[in-house]
């Protein structure tokens, strides 16, 4: 019976192969455990450091559009009050960002920066000398002088 025994149990002691094996199981579990861990970890640090060189960006193209619309001077008046009006809403988001980009998420900086966009491209158009709106002369001589005859009043 003992012969019987020693002959189909594993015999731990002198057996080191079996022993690396155990050794090696558990280092394999172990490391599966630490980037069980560490990756979720690593992934969300990349998407901080993603969106930190997205507000880069951004920043450093809304000083370019903030520059140049504040280069462009037209004839105009009508153009050029509509580059002072874009100049302004810029000083405005320069405060709102100053204060509050850390706050904004990655979907928030793609409009805003989809918005400076459009804001370029519309001081690139204003540069030209032709504004957006439209300046209209009424004539109002024959409504007022219609007025005065219906009150009474004469010139």
Do not use: C
């Not at 030209?128 to 219609?146: A, C």
């Amino acid at each position: 019976m003992k012969n019987l025994r020693s002959r189909y149990t594993a015999n731990f002691k002198r057996d080191y192969v079996a022993a690396v094996a155990v050794i090696i199981f558990f280092l394999i579990v172990i490391s599966e455990l630490v980037l069980a861990v560490s990756l979720p970890l690593y992934m969300k640090r990349e998407n901080v450091m993603a969106v930190s060189v997205q507000r880069l960006k951004l920043r450093e193209h809304f000083d370019g559009i903030r520059a140049h619309a504040k280069k462009v001077k037209v004839k105009n008046s009508t153009a050029q009050a509509e580059i002072d009006l874009i100049i302004w809403n810029l000083d405005r988001l320069a405060d709102y960002m100053r204060h509050y980009i850390q706050y904004l998420s990655s979907d928030d900086l793609a409009i805003l920066q989809q918005q400076l966009f459009e804001m370029h491209a519309y001081v690139g158009s204003l540069k030209s000398g032709v504004p957006f709106s439209r300046e209209y002369k009424i004539d109002y001589t024959p409504y007022l002088e219609r007025i005065m005859k219906q009150s009474g009043v004469t010139k």
